[in-house]
């Protein structure tokens, strides 16, 4: 099976690399699929976002991914986010708090209540 270097990158420290075979992520014009080989392409992502790599080991990661840009060439994915946090690092009780807050706060707004829904998607906890 085709194959494609993956690195996800946060402004804080190195996520996640490795070989993939599908990338799938949420950009302001939509979702993408990646296989090997896609078309060069550069988008920038949702603002709160969940972001799924299929390793070439038949594992899967799914990250929580607020802000950034992807970049996608034939051979190699680079997702450059503002802040990301992998499924198995989130407090899903920290993150139904946040989301509590946003809802009840007409200060936070959209944002916060998005970045809360995000990683409480990435956790599988909504």
Do not use: N, Y
């Amino acid at each position: 099976m085709a194959e494609m270097t993956v690195d996800l990158v946060s402004v804080e420290r190195k996520i996640w690399t490795g070989s993939s075979t599908f990338v799938l992520a949420r950009t302001t014009v939509g979702e993408i699929g990646v296989l090997p080989g896609h078309e060069p392409t550069l988008a920038q992502l949702e603002e709160a976002g969940v972001v799924r790599i299929d390793a070439a080991d038949g594992t899967s990661t799914t990250v929580a991914v607020h802000g950034g840009f992807l970049s996608v060439t034939p051979d190699h994915v680079s997702i450059l986010a503002e802040f990301a946090e992998l499924s198995e690092e989130i407090d899903v009780d920290r993150a139904r708090s946040a989301l509590d807050r946003a809802d009840a706060s007409e200060d936070s707004g959209a944002a916060a209540r998005a970045r809360a829904e995000a990683r409480l998607r990435a956790a599988g906890a909504q």
